[in-house]
């Protein structure tokens, strides 16, 4: 079976929702994630290390022809299926 690796960036929903999401996540966990109408299985994990958090926030960027520094507090998420 294939895993599906996704880096998830979270900057898209507002502040206050990533702030309460990012408080209850059940990191290194199980999860579920809805996409459209269809729910798929998940484990999630933070991203703390420096580089990749950096990376994630140049795609970021890129997307959305951005180029404001990471901010210090910037969080990210692993998102892998089960």
């Known amino acids: 079976m294939k895993r599906l690796i996704i880096l998830a960036i979270l900057i898209v929903i507002p502040v206050v929702a990533v702030c309460y999401w ?32 950096d990376r994630a926030w140049a795609s970021r960027a890129v997307k959305l022809a951005g180029n404001e520094p990471r901010p210090g507090g910037w969080w990210t998420f692993r998102v892998a299926s089960r």
Not at 28 to 47: D, F
């Open 22 to 53: 990012a408080i209850e996540c059940p990191c290194g966990q199980t999860a579920r994630v809805r996409v459209g109408q269809t729910v798929y299985p998940v484990t999630l994990a933070r991203v703390v290390d420096e580089g990749q958090l």
